[in-house]
């Protein structure tokens, strides 16, 4: 399960509180593997009663309040370690743009170039802030980063940064196939407009 993975790699960086552990996860590891909070708050239930994590009350403000810190397990660290040693799993492709790009026939031509506008603008931004992540890997201005490498002889911190870089130039590479993709798509568009225009 990869949601339960990435939640114990954060943890590797040091004990935090499962607010903590959500807005690090979209800030890091969530380009990586997207899950919203409402899958992240169960899976830290599950991922406690199965001992992979230990939860503890933390002061909370005032008037005695707490909450709950998660710290990873050496059940947890095992795990990691058989997940890394498992297959990875390929799951069928399902693109909705591509399946609307194979059936353009049934939009017309605005609604057409649409579509591929606006894969073209998700995947500029994706380029972007994937490129944001790299630039703060490479600086160590990444607090959760600061963090993990803290727990590391220093002579491991090439290593491990250079690990992170090359999952996000996975992505990078990636969103750059889509926005090349799109920029043929719409070049495909026109020439089929132009040629569908009668000769004067």
């Given at each position: 399960?990869?949601?339960?993975?990435?939640?114990?790699?954060?943890?590797?960086?040091?004990?935090?509180?499962?607010?903590?552990?959500?807005?690090?996860?979209?800030?890091?590891?969530?380009?990586?593997?997207?899950?919203?909070?409402?899958?992240?708050?169960?899976?830290?239930?599950?991922?406690?009663?199965?001992?992979?994590?230990?939860?503890?009350?933390?002061?909370?403000?005032?008037?005695?309040?707490?909450?709950t810190e998660y710290a990873i397990t050496e059940t947890g660290l095992q795990y990691l370690n058989t997940w890394q040693g498992q297959a990875v799993t390929y799951r069928p492709e399902r693109s909705e743009v591509r399946l609307r790009a194979a059936y353009f026939e049934f939009a017309d031509d605005d609604d057409a170039r649409a579509c591929l506008e606006e894969h073209l603008r998700h995947y500029q931004q994706v380029v972007e802030s994937v490129h944001g992540q790299i630039r703060d890997l490479k600086d160590q201005s990444a607090a959760i980063h600061q963090r993990r490498l803290a727990r590391y002889p220093e002579a491991d911190h090439p290593k491990i940064t250079r690990f992170k870089i090359f999952a996000y130039e996975g992505i990078l590479k990636q969103a750059e196939a889509e926005i090349s993709w799109a920029q043929d798509g719409l070049a495909m568009l026109e020439e089929l407009t132009t040629a569908a225009q009668p000769r004067s």
């Open positions: 399960m990869s949601l339960r993975s990435a939640l114990l790699t954060l943890l590797t960086a040091g004990p935090q509180t499962g607010y903590d552990l959500a807005k690090n996860f979209h800030s890091s590891v969530g380009f990586l593997w997207h899950a919203p909070d409402s899958q992240i708050y169960p899976e830290l239930k599950k991922m406690q009663a199965e001992e992979l994590i230990d939860g503890y009350p933390v002061p909370w403000g005032t008037k005695g309040a707490t909450k």
